[in-house]
């Protein structure tokens, strides 16, 4: 898988460039159709973990030819994923520490400012020289035990906490705390201005207050796994440093999934500013079911598919001489490296 991920990556850079891979790997229809031709099954979690995994085994080695390097992955390296970018720096034509903010804000954003019951545990980043990056990142509800995959490109980011995702890929829907909604825009200025209009220690004391209402009903938002103690000192700390922006108090450390609920709340009782809770994940067929759900294949759409597959294989067959021995090259690197093959 790793081999087969490489020379397809390689032949799209040398097509196109390696910023047309971030744009195919924040495709979520891309993404899953690659995960199938590298040989995973379609409709697996494990596509994610896989095909990032494969990315980052395959083109370890190829930076400086391709231009394109891997970091993060699962678990312990998910949360390695700012030392991975560290470790690329002589190759970057850019501050790495604009990869660095990146990387984690993506993952702040989809489990701090997105409660959609899915915890991470797979966060990927893909960049080139020049700063471009997409990251792919997977969570998965304990409950239910599905998964979630998030897509971001970020070129396509123009704000990191307003609709900032490509795509989000959930075979099933429900209800979010969604602070990174279009709708949430007042919720968001609310708690960014909360450090401000609150003398010290009133944020603290209001949240004690609000425990003890009868409050309407608000998914998410209870205090039944908020220790309003704890919550209440890391207001105290966030007061004291003063968040200029949401975005600015999203990135403060210690302020989880717990401390946005609690200041979610406040903004939604005190200042008239509710969250949305709009289920952001989107789920699509490309071209129907043979069971006829979600709709009857189209046959048309689908053999038009075919024949642009076919076409594109056939180009890259027609390769000039000068891009099979860039590919020889590629080949002859990798395979000299220790333990290639293995």
């Known amino acids: 898988m790793a081999r087969l991920a490489r020379e397809v990556t390689a032949a799209i850079v040398l097509d196109f460039g390696p910023e047309e891979v971030l744009r195919r790997l924040a495709d979520p229809f891309w993404f899953q159709a690659f995960g199938c031709v590298l040989g995973y099954d379609w409709h697996s979690s494990g596509v994610t973990t896989t095909v990032c995994g494969a990315l980052k085994a395959g083109l370890a080695g190829t930076e400086h030819e391709l ?11 998910a949360r390695a994923t700012p030392r991975d970018i560290l470790a690329k720096s002589p190759l970057l034509a850019v501050d790495p520490q604009s990869l660095v903010y990146a990387s984690k804000m993506s993952a702040k954003v989809d489990s701090v400012a997105l409660q959609d019951g899915y915890d991470l545990y797979h966060h990927s980043m893909f960049f080139t020289r020049e700063g471009k990056w997409a990251v792919v990142q997977q969570g998965m509800n304990t409950t239910s035990r599905y998964a979630r995959r998030y897509h971001w490109l970020g070129e396509a980011v123009t704000d990191f906490c307003c609709e900032p995702e490509t795509a989000i890929c959930s075979d099933a829907r429900g209800q979010s705390l969604n602070l990174v909604a279009s709708e949430s825009q007042a919720a968001r200025e609310a708690m960014a201005g909360m450090p401000n209009d609150f003398s010290p220690g009133a944020l603290k004391l209001e949240l004690q207050r609000l425990s003890v209402l009868t409050l309407p009903r608000r998914e998410y938002l209870t205090f039944a796994d908020i220790d309003v103690a704890r919550v209440g000192r890391l207001l105290d700390s966030v007061q004291a440093q003063q968040p200029q922006d949401f975005a600015s108090l999203l990135s403060l450390q210690g302020v989880g999934a717990k401390t946005a609920r609690a200041m979610a709340l406040i903004a939604d009782i005190v200042y008239g500013a509710p969250a949305s809770f709009r289920d952001p994940a989107t789920y699509s067929f490309a071209h129907g079911g043979k069971d006829g759900h979600p709709f009857p294949v189209d046959r048309a759409l689908y053999d038009m598919s075919i024949q642009l597959l076919s076409d594109a294989v056939r180009r890259a067959r027609l390769a000039t001489q000068e891009k099979q021995e860039a590919l020889s090259r590629l080949r002859t690197g ?9």
Not at 67 to 77: I, Q, Y
């Open 334 to 342: 990798i395979e000299g490296r220790p333990g290639a093959g293995t």
């Open 67 to 77: 231009g394109l390097c891997v970091a993060g992955g699962k678990g312990r390296a």
